[in-house]
T-cell receptor, first 114, second 116 residues
Framework: AQKITQTQPGMFVQEKEAVTLDCTYDTSDPSYGLFWYKQPSSGEMIFLIYQGSYDQQNATEGRYSLNFQKARKSANLVISASQLGDSAMYFCAMRESGANNLFFGTGTRLTVIP | EAGVAQSPRYKIIEKRQSVAFWCNPISGHATLYWYQQILGQGPKLLIQ????????DSQLPKDRFSAERLKGVDSTLKIQPAKLEDSAVYLC??????????????FGQGTRLTVV
């Protein structure tokens, strides 16, 4: 089974609007961390936001927030007030406790329309 | 603070040739990762170092891939001989700590390998 599933290959959003990128995960480990990375066309992966499985509140970092629904095993990224520079690939990833690896999803390509 | 440096940025080789990639992590980062990102997919871990020791190389095709991290700083990843399916972006990343859930990995810009 896939550990991370991103079902939206591509998304479009109007500039200044909010957009939600979906991510579901699969783990039996009670302790895990969830990450979102942005990958612009230049290639590097840029860390955006982190949510721990025991965190009581949803993580927020500026215009980024993570809608964490533990029972549904979902960790959706919400970008508010989209900007043209937000156009990029977005990857959801998970690390389980005791594991070294970050498991990545297949990504969602976000395009912001002026 | 300088980021993770990788070279070359691009490489085109014929199948069965050999190739090497270089990575210089952020100063002071003990953990170094090599990821392979095939077009249309997310990155997949090939190997992880803690200082100059290997922590995880379970996904590394050891018949053709090798990696080393001498003196716990720079690292090289080698492919010999290359196959068509090795065409991908090879990403290097580093982090300060390991063993914790939140160990933010900082990535380089990657090396795009095309095998023809």
């Amino acid at each position: 089974a896939q550990k991370i599933t991103q079902t939206q290959p591509g998304m479009f959003v109007q500039e200044k609007e909010a957009v939600t990128l979906d991510c579901t995960y699969d783990t039996s480990d009670p302790s895990y961390g969830l990450f979102w990375y942005k990958q612009p066309s230049s290639g590097e992966m840029i860390f955006l936001i982190y949510q721990g499985s025991y965190d009581q509140q949803n993580a927020t970092e500026g215009r980024y927030s993570l809608n964490f629904q533990k029972a549904r095993k979902s960790a959706n990224l919400v970008i508010s007030a989209s900007q043209l520079g937000d156009s990029a690939m977005y990857f959801c990833a998970m690390r389980e406790s005791g594991a070294n690896n970050l498991f990545f999803g297949t990504g969602t390509r976000l395009t912001v329309i002026p | 603070e300088a980021g993770v440096a990788q070279s070359p940025r691009y490489k085109i080789i014929e199948k069965r040739q050999s190739v090497a990639f270089w990575c210089n992590p952020i100063s002071g980062h003990a953990t170094l990762y090599w990821y392979q990102q095939i077009l249309g997919q997310g990155p997949k871990l090939l190997i992880q170092f803690q200082n100059n020791g290997v922590v995880d190389d379970s996904q590394l095709p050891k018949d053709r891939f090798s990696a080393e991290r001498l003196k716990g700083v720079d690292s090289t990843l080698k492919i010999q001989p290359a196959k068509l399916e090795d065409s991908a972006v090879y990403l290097c990343a580093s982090s300060l700590q390991t063993g914790g859930l939140f160990a933010e990995a900082f990535f380089g810009q990657g090396t795009r390998l095309t095998v023809v």
